[in-house]
């Protein structure tokens, strides 16, 4: 079973919400992502957890905060985003990162609007 | 020079025929290579994973050029459901970090 799945599908905020995007995987993968993608472009990556640390942080505006609970889950919380942030937000796993074994698996994706 | 370049297209080749992307890469210290598909509005799925010694999965075959530094992916037979984007991944593994490079996707569209 290679399922990462993602919440909410779709999601509308206005510039001062706050919401949270969820995503988990029980193929007991010890790496978790976060990417953006926009209409027509490739995914962006945004965060890279390895064993529920921070590994990778791509120079991603604050309102923009990631959580790994634990090994399954990651969330990546939203602020006072901007209309500009609407996109289609992907969640990958894989069994690790920066090795051999980093095969990505991507959920569905949940996508966002900003008004 | 990107780091990952691909085709954009859009390929638009009749059902049953067989189509190559290419797609080349500069860092010679790329490590690991796949193709992924996307359809609109999914998510990217894994199609192949891509050796040393190419591989093949069916209609598909993948082959890596280490010292041309491509990769590329042959569809045989190709069937109005292969019309998605077509994703190269390079993995870059350094000394201390790793660095997970897409392509921007070549589109393909089967016509009956």
């Known amino acids: 079973d290679t399922e990462v799945t993602q919440t909410p599908k779709h999601l509308v905020m206005g510039m001062t919400n706050k919401k949270s995007l969820k995503c988990e995987q029980h193929m007991g993968h010890r790496a978790m992502y976060w990417y953006k993608q926009k209409a027509k472009k490739p995914p962006e990556l945004m965060f890279v957890?390895?064993?529920?640390?921070?590994?990778i942080n791509e120079s991603v505006p604050s309102r923009f905060s990631p959580e790994c609970p634990n090994s399954s889950l990651l969330n990546l919380h939203l602020h006072a985003l901007q209309p500009e942030d609407s996109a289609l937000y992907l969640c990958a796993s894989s069994q690790e990162y920066g090795t051999s074994r980093e095969t990505q698996y991507f959920g569905p994706g949940t996508r966002l609007l900003v008004l | 020079r990107k780091e990952v370049e691909q085709d954009p297209g859009p390929f638009n080749v009749p059902e049953g025929a067989t189509v190559a992307f290419n797609c080349t890469y500069s860092n010679s210290a790329s490590q690991s290579f796949f193709w992924y598909r996307q359809d609109c509005r999914k998510e990217p799925k894994l199609l192949m994973s891509v050796y040393s010694s190419g591989n093949e999965d069916g209609r598909f075959t993948a082959q890596l050029n280490r010292a041309s530094q491509y990769i590329s992916l042959l569809i045989r037979d190709s069937k109005l459901s292969d019309s998605a984007t077509y994703l190269c991944?390079?993995?870059?593994?350094?000394?201390?970090?790793?660095?997970?490079?897409f392509g921007s996707g070549t589109r393909l569209s089967i016509r009956p």
């Open positions: 991944v390079v993995n870059i593994r350094g000394s201390s970090a790793s660095k997970i490079i």
């Open positions: 957890y390895s064993y529920e640390k921070l590994s």
